[in-house]
């Protein structure tokens, strides 16, 4: 670094691509490697996340093209977890990174064939309600109040039980059903313009405190509306009543927990989930509690092959610490778990951090 | 970086040997092994290869020795000379597939493990056991023990404990022209024959491609503790340092922040240090709970013998990470700074860092840059830390020159230009007015010797 036996590259010409600040940061330290669920499949560093960023820098500086097979590959290998970000001393932004990354890369015809209908169901808020429509969640004809419950878009139509325990838990949510999807989805499968102004619209929908029980969901929210406004379930709960101990029944089962990487990361949410549980049951650390499920949002559906493979050593944990329930904070991770624990035929049940504390309050 | 194709019949001949999933020529994978954690410094492989076995590595060897085509070993890729930068081509050959931890035994105090481990696996697989491998480098989480040994990596116990060289007990290597060798083994004792084993540590993989590694461990200490001392400068500091050595404690920890670096670290992570004050001295013990309850209390008396502004022992654990926090945001908070964060390793005896940080500050202010120093005042090995704001043209121009002067002050007061992060690319240049030319000509013989083709990360120590 202090000599150079051969000349550093004269400063080349940025395309634009990324925000130079947010690509600058990376010193290539590598501390990100070992927390990266990919590069621990893969021990390459291309699978990596200081890997991924000098593709970007390739892409930013026209080393590599767009079409670069290997950089189509790895936009889309990663889980966009973020586990790389509390890890790194140099505090790169990753998450943002690969945000803009797929919105240059995924724009128009490049964004992977299965996540197109998905994105087309969530766009409207009209589409929005009518595929809950069906479901008993407990969105309804009311006007906002000061504390609202987001009531998510394929939460409400996949677990409509999680809004209606979240508000058994907390009568004083409103819950209105004229509300749409928060933008996350876009935001990370390159339509990042999109995803901000769902998350605008929601913030519109919702004047006041948004409460969100997926977070994922409430991570991009904050990162629109600023986390004044947005707070996810456990987070709220745990600021309104403290960590107070509930009354220990004779039988507590033994309860793990997935961690939502974007709750975990994004918001630096984890000690209350984990309070939460410690109220009702016996709460079990599981080793990978903290690390991507491979759910992923659309991920599961985008890399069904890459995802399980992800899941695997969560399951295996799982099975080993013999739980009798997993709690998930976050509607991917939810589905993740659930087929998991199904195609093994675990006795675990997996359930909602809301349906876990409702059904036994 | 120039696009070329990869040489004829290369990857074919490497798929041969490892397997078609394990030969990586695509452009792409070419751009992300082009570097390791060194700032600025880059060159294109044409192809990256990762083995599984030391007979794999026996056929790449063969195959790039046959052919003259230069082989970079690498771990995950944490060296901070460029030492596994393939400036000139060649295959990278990544050692992380071998990855297992042999054998740990409590019995023998030795641990057996494949290059590709991690260091932090290595020594939680020993901690398991109630033993402790002491070497921890920085880059400990993500390094390899490979790496690791290869460079002669330090840490932040090396005064206690010594550095990677003092548990390295036997080494299986490949040599370049395909010959699997093994040097020393699991004795102690052991003089059949040239130290091969010592002299492949730190050799950068200039000599050989280390493909098992015997450790020695040591009974993990029952205890540590820590405390902090402020200085009105940093002569008063390493005063002190003098002193704790003199009273007969061997601490565990000693390292030190300049004033630049308590500024830096306080503005990011504002942990409640006095910025006012030149000098911070983190020391700790470990090893048996009276014996740290007493070297403590003599650091803290030493430490205010010397002039120190507060002297503070951590009641706690959780004190103590306080204490440590410090040290371990340095870097981090220096990085955020700036983008471009040049670190370098100059090492001089222990009476000299104070005279040595001064003459820093000193060229940082001729030069016009931002240098904050930490380090392990124990041992003399020092990290003056360039920032440098990428708008500003010159500063990496003038950054190079403040640090050549800084590596001929440390070599002036009977120092290294380099303690722990190795030659590598960036300080071959400087390498011959430590050594002297005997010295290095005797070198060149010695790779000549292991490597006559020039194969193994050639432009490098020896070439």
Known sequence: MTTAAIAPDPVPERRGVFTAELLDRCISCGFCLPACPTYALTGVETSSPRGRINLMRALETGVLPDDDPTVQEESSFCLGCRACEPVCPAGVQYGELVEEWRDHLWNGRGRPWKVRPLLWAVDSPRRVRAMGIVRRHAGRGEAPGPVNLMLGCFERVLYPRVSRDARKLAGELAAPAAQGCCGALHAHNGELGRGRQLAQRLGEALPGTIVTTSGGCGAHLAGVLGGDRVKELSQWLHARDGAVVGNPTAARPRIGLQDSCHLRHGLGVWREPRELIARVGEYVELPSAAGCCGGAGSYAIVRPQDSARVLDRHLDEIAGADLDLVAVVNAGCYRQLQQGVKRRRLRTRVLHLAELLAGVK | MTTTATPTGLRERLEAVVGHDHVRTDEGALVTFSMDATPLERGRPDAV?????????????????ERGVP??????????????????????LVLTRMNRVKEVSGAELVAVCE???????????????GLLFPPDPGSQSTATVGGNVAECAGGLRALKYGVTRDYVLGVQAVLATGEIIRSGGRLVKDVAGYDLRRLLCGSEGTLAVMTELTLRLVPAPEASGYGMAYFPDLAAAARAVSRVLASGVLPVTLEFLDQVCIGAVEDYAQIGLDTSAGALLIFGQDGDPAVIERDLERMAQACATEGATSVRIAESPEAASEVLEARRAAL?????????????????????IAEMVEYIQEVARRHQLKIGTFGHAGDGNLHPTAVLDPADEGAVGRARAAFGEIFARAIELDGTITGEHGIGLVKLRYLERQLGADHMALLRRIKAAFD?????NPGKLGS
């Open chain 2, 49 to 65: 290869v990762f083995p599984a076995t030391a007979d794999e590595v026996a056929g790449v060897l063969r195959i790039a020795n």
């Open chain 2, 71 to 92: 082989l970079i070993a690498r771990g995950s890729g944490t060296n901070l000379s460029a030492g596994t930068v393939p400036h000139r081509g060649g295959i990278v």
């Open chain 2, 115 to 129: 290059p590709g481990v991690r260091t932090i696996e290595l020594a939680q697989a020993a901690a398991a056991k």
């Open chain 2, 332 to 352: 981090p908070s220096l990085s955020r700074l700036e983008p471009l964060t040049l670190l370098e390793d100059a090492t001089v005896p222990r009476s000299r």
């Open chain 2, 452 to 456: 006559p083709n020039g194969i193994l």
